[in-house]
DNA sequence: TTGTATGCGTTATCAC
DNA sequence: GTGATAACGCATACAA
């Protein structure tokens, strides 16, 4: 393999000029640029990637915090990731955390020895043990931590809620039960205020004891959905806070013998691609998860440049999804 | 930050011992190791991972080469690759190729640069550009290279299959249509096999016209059932390939006014997370998929450290879950 | 604009 | 078993 030393030796400068020629090359004359780069080519010079890391103290990657990779939106959001990484000409190292503290420390310590230049954030956390010190290039991502300055690419969830419960009440329902997220997680927090605000404008009272909690897994749906049904008067509608959820609930509505939509009108959120094929269809909210990803790479590639971001706080536009599992109330 | 060199001056000995106390601990006695460590503990020193790197030409970490990431099958492999790779002391690179070569191979790459020790493939291509020159520890996972001695992780395709098919058949299905993956595909040609195994075996002929090729996806699901529909005597089951594009087949059916399996039985592959709760919940095949990536990395860390492997082509068992898409042939 | 010289922090070679 | 020291390949401060 060629080092820089063949290439200057080649080409009849310095290594310094050759290193130049690499990163600086508006300080460089065309004339000396032109005999470095017929060097490069004639040798098949590859900067060593390692030497450079370690000389500049930057390893050219980043690292993705994700609670769960196995979640279908999550690994969209990740697929957006990774490509425009790719075109800026980052790398991706997978954080996958699982939930546990422990392991999202370990990661983020990989930006403390510059094994990662940044973090993407896309559960609700600050990765760091001092929580009130951030201490590396960071972009929070879907989840976000509130209460804190953190750069953020976001749904506006409140709207989104708002909107889906405003359908809902369209179509007649009043008594609506609420399958949502771990109460900590901010979207969890956001899409119940869209709810309220929407039940508060048409009139209705809002029934805090119509809110059952899951864990965004489909089996945390059935069961939801099972405590619901024993509610009385047995609410008409059920709003879910993410499509495996309700993708439980239809499950269940159907084990005892109920109709989607004719007994109960069920609603998702997020569009998955399992949301369309459901029997039925479900009504959700789509939200645009390659381009959290490809988002949230940019701005933390500008933060990591330290250019000023125009917009700190990042809003991504949802869209309503009408399809068969929601009904008129009865 | 410490460097080894203020541990080395506080513990009185010399750097290389420093050094050699934590890479070669055997090579130091007990009590200078005592020592060093003390002088470890006290300065907080943490060795430069990319100094490190740089001086061995290693970086600790693998790329793990994906056609999508978000494929729910391969997320999960992938999630068993991310953990036993944490347990091992490596980081993953996250390889998404898209199926594109090009991307392959500048991911492939890495492990030239030292920026990556090793490669899990979950694709069945050879990820060089010389194609018959393997120039870097690679481990194939899942869908698996033909006429290589690539080291290699799948699940026995061909009995599962046959499982499946005498599966149906027992149910009284001889007119049984085939839903493929792409027939480049080894797994495709594998699963085929068995299929046709399972067929000969209980006397049924095996016509090449009852199959019908997809791309793994819902949409592709949906498209060949309806071919399948349309052909004269209509079969009586579908043996998919994978979950997504039976899920996409029964929805088809359905959507024509086909009962499932009164009308047709449908099967699938993989056993993902949705399968028990479609309508009806599918009869597939269970794969581990998480044991997928640990064993594969497990594997390559084996064969980043040139030690033996003791099995080169592991096979890991399947698992036939009976549901209710499957019924008696009317 | 270009060259010289130095150092980044570690590991490994070789004496002792 | 331990220490002194070279070397890894590159980027940069400073001198020219």
């Not at 060593?48 to 690292?63: G, H, W």
């Given at each position: 393999?060629?080092?820089?030393?063949?290439?200057?030796?080649?080409?009849?400068?310095s290594?310094?000029t050759?290193?130049?020629?690499?990163?600086?090359?508006?300080k460089?004359t065309?004339?000396?640029?032109?005999?470095?780069?017929?060097?490069?080519?004639?040798?098949?010079?590859?900067?060593?990637?390692?030497?450079?890391?370690?000389?500049?103290?930057?390893?050219?990657?980043?690292?993705?915090?994700?609670?769960?990779?196995?979640?279908?939106?999550?690994?969209?959001?990740?697929r957006?990731?990774?490509?425009?990484?790719?075109?800026?000409?980052?790398?991706?190292?997978?954080?996958?955390?699982?939930?546990?503290?422990?392991?999202?420390?370990?990661?983020?310590?990989m930006v403390?020895?510059?094994?990662?230049?940044?973090?993407?954030?896309?559960?609700?956390?600050?990765?760091?043990e001092?929580?009130?010190?951030?201490t590396?290039?960071i972009?929070?991502?879907?989840?976000?931590?509130r209460?804190t300055?953190?750069?953020s690419?976001?749904?506006?969830?409140?709207?989104?809620?708002?909107d889906?419960?405003?359908?809902?009440?369209?179509?007649?329902h009043?008594?609506?039960?609420?399958?949502?997220?771990?109460e900590?997680?901010?979207?969890?927090?956001?899409?119940?205020s869209?709810?309220?605000?929407?039940?508060?404008?048409?009139?209705?009272?809002?029934?805090?004891?119509?809110?059952?909690?899951?864990?965004?897994?489909?089996?945390s749906?059935?069961?939801?959905?099972e405590?619901?049904?024993?509610?009385?008067?047995?609410p008409?509608?059920?709003?879910?806070?993410?499509?495996?959820?309700?993708?439980g609930?239809?499950?269940?509505?159907?084990?005892?013998?109920?109709?989607?939509?004719?007994?109960?009108?069920?609603?998702?959120?997020d569009?998955?691609?399992?949301?369309?094929?459901?029997?039925?269809?479900?009504?959700?909210?789509?939200?645009?998860?390659?381009?959290?990803g490809?988002?949230?790479?940019?701005?933390?590639?500008?933060v990591?440049?330290?250019?000023?971001?125009?917009?700190?706080?990042?809003?991504?536009?949802?869209?309503?999804?009408?399809?068969?599992s929601?009904?008129?109330?009865?």
């Amino acid at each position: 393999m060629a080092t820089i030393r063949d290439v200057s030796k080649l080409a009849g400068v310095s290594v310094a000029t050759v290193s130049r020629t690499l990163s600086h090359p508006d300080k460089v004359t065309e004339k000396t640029r032109k005999k470095v780069h017929a060097a490069i080519e004639e040798t098949d010079y590859k900067p060593d990637v390692l030497a450079r890391n370690f000389r500049t103290r930057r390893s050219s990657s980043i690292v993705v915090l994700v609670p769960d990779i196995a979640n279908p939106f999550f690994s969209r959001v990740i697929r957006g990731i990774e490509k425009q990484a790719q075109i800026l000409g980052y790398s991706v190292l997978l954080g996958d955390t699982q939930g546990m503290r422990e392991r999202e420390i370990t990661y983020t310590k990989m930006v403390n020895t510059s094994q990662a230049d940044g973090i993407i954030q896309l559960d609700s956390h600050i990765p760091f043990e001092d929580q009130n010190k951030i201490t590396a290039p960071i972009v929070n991502a879907c989840d976000c931590v509130r209460g804190t300055d953190l750069p953020s690419v976001q749904l506006d969830n409140i709207s989104a809620a708002e909107d889906m419960t405003d359908h809902l009440i369209s179509l007649g329902h009043k008594n609506i039960a609420v399958i949502s997220g771990p109460e900590e997680h901010s979207i969890t927090n956001d899409r119940l205020s869209g709810h309220i605000k929407a039940m508060e404008k048409a009139g209705i009272h809002f029934d805090t004891s119509k809110v059952t909690y899951g864990d965004y897994s489909i089996q945390s749906g059935v069961e939801a959905a099972e405590k619901i049904f024993n509610m009385f008067p047995r609410p008409s509608a059920i709003f879910c806070m993410n499509d495996e959820m309700a993708i439980g609930a239809i499950h269940r509505a159907k084990q005892i013998g109920f109709s989607v939509p004719d007994d109960i009108s069920i609603t998702g959120f997020d569009n998955i691609s399992f949301a369309e094929f459901c029997d039925p269809p479900l009504t959700t909210i789509s939200q645009p998860a390659e381009e959290f990803g490809t988002t949230a790479m940019t701005m933390l590639y500008k933060v990591m440049r330290e250019e000023e971001l125009k917009q700190k706080y990042k809003l991504l536009p949802f869209e309503l999804i009408t399809r068969q599992s929601t009904g008129p109330a009865k």
